[in-house]
């Protein structure tokens, strides 16, 4: 009997406890199992671009699972795939760009976590020489879309034998005759040895610099003498004279030998007289020119003076020498009126067509 009453008064008192137990245990696992089935804010970072998403996963594996996120051994995942992910968690993934790298004649595909040239360089393996040239630059940043481009560059020295040619010089003898020529040294080529500094890109040359030349051989050059005396004339001979002055640039006329400055061909001459200027002879201007000189026969003749300057010499077939003085409305390009003394003899000198006139300057010879 006292054992039963011990009995039943512990069992009393453990229903009791149960029945307490039960009323703080069942609403706590109510509240942990409504919060595992709560979306949990999370931080996602993708190729250094974040936000914060809702997820219900349980561990980053899921939560990539969640997006169709692929996950290589080439990219970089913090934390790992197993980690269990609570609300606020931070989750980084890094993935590895695929960039085409033009080197050496082909086209290289490259994985990269780096973001930089020199840095997806650096993960390839690809050495680079101290003057091979990079696009774009090692300090430029990547994209998805970018592209390298390597140029290997080399620097290097050739030698090259040359052919070296003479040149003719040319000297003036007065003791040898116009025309006439005589080598008195003969060229002869010479050899040397050329240093250039070349520049390879991609093993074709883009540049070649001559650094120093070496002679082998010199070079002769050529030494030519050149006549310049005149012939002399024999028996005095006036068409000898012209044939020399010819070969020398001069023309000689009238006795004299001089360099027309031009030729004048196909010129029409007429005469005029000082009663031809339609002044009276008590009138100041009788007889004077354009020029305000007095007119005078066998010395001034009237022009076109932009064909023939005012105070130039002239000399006329068949008239001689003779000064631009004067001008007038009739005087255009080829045409020059001569001063005669009367007017009886500008009738008789008429019209005259076809004469070569040589201008000379404003000396005369």
Not at 176 to 202: F, P, T, W
Not at 246 to 267: D, E, I, Q, Y
């Amino acid at each position: 009997m006292e054992l039963r009453a011990i009995w039943e008064r512990y069992k009393n008192r453990g229903l009791v406890l149960f029945g307490v137990l039960s009323l703080v245990l069942i609403p706590m696992i109510g509240y942990f199992s409504a919060q595992a089935t709560q979306p949990k804010q999370v931080t996602f970072s993708l190729d250094g671009e974040s936000q914060t998403v809702a997820t219900k996963a349980s561990t980053v594996e899921q939560f990539l699972t969640e997006r169709n996120i692929t996950v290589t051994e080439k990219d970089s995942l913090q934390p790992t795939p197993e980690t269990k992910l609570s609300d606020g968690a931070m989750i980084t993934l890094h993935t590895a760009w695929s960039i085409p790298v033009q080197v050496d004649g082909q086209t290289k595909t490259i994985l990269t976590l780096s973001r930089d040239v020199a840095g997806a360089l650096k993960d390839s393996g690809i050495a680079l020489g101290e003057k091979d040239r990079v696009e774009p630059a090692l300090s430029a940043s990547l994209t998805k879309d970018s592209t390298i481009t390597i140029k290997r560059v080399v620097e290097q020295m050739v030698k090259v034998e040359e052919r070296v040619t003479f040149q003719e010089i040319r000297k003036n003898d007065p003791a040898l005759e116009k025309g006439k020529s005589r080598v008195l040294q003969n060229g002869q080529e010479g050899k040397a040895i050329a240093h250039y500094k070349l520049v390879m890109e991609d093993g074709k040359e883009v540049s070649r610099e001559l650094v120093t030349r070496d002679v082998l051989v010199p070079k002769k050059d050529q030494i030519v003498a050149v006549g310049t005396a005149v012939p002399a004339l024999q028996n005095n001979d006036p068409s000898q004279r012209v044939l020399v002055a010819s070969a020398t640039g001069m023309v000689s006329r009238g006795g004299k030998v001089f360099r027309p400055k031009k030729v004048l061909n196909g010129v029409t001459l007429t005469a005029y007289s000082p009663a031809g200027g339609g002044k009276h002879p008590s009138s100041p201007g009788y007889g004077r020119t354009a020029t305000g000189v007095k007119a005078k026969a066998g010395h001034t003749i009237a022009v076109d003076p932009k064909v023939i300057p005012y105070g130039w010499w002239v000399y006329i077939e068949g008239v001689g020498y003779r000064r631009a003085e004067d001008t007038g409305g009739a005087m255009r390009g080829g045409k020059i009126d001569v001063f005669v003394s009367t007017e009886a003899e500008a009738v008789q000198f008429g019209r005259k067509r076809n004469k070569t006139v040589y201008i000379i300057g404003p000396q005369k010879p």
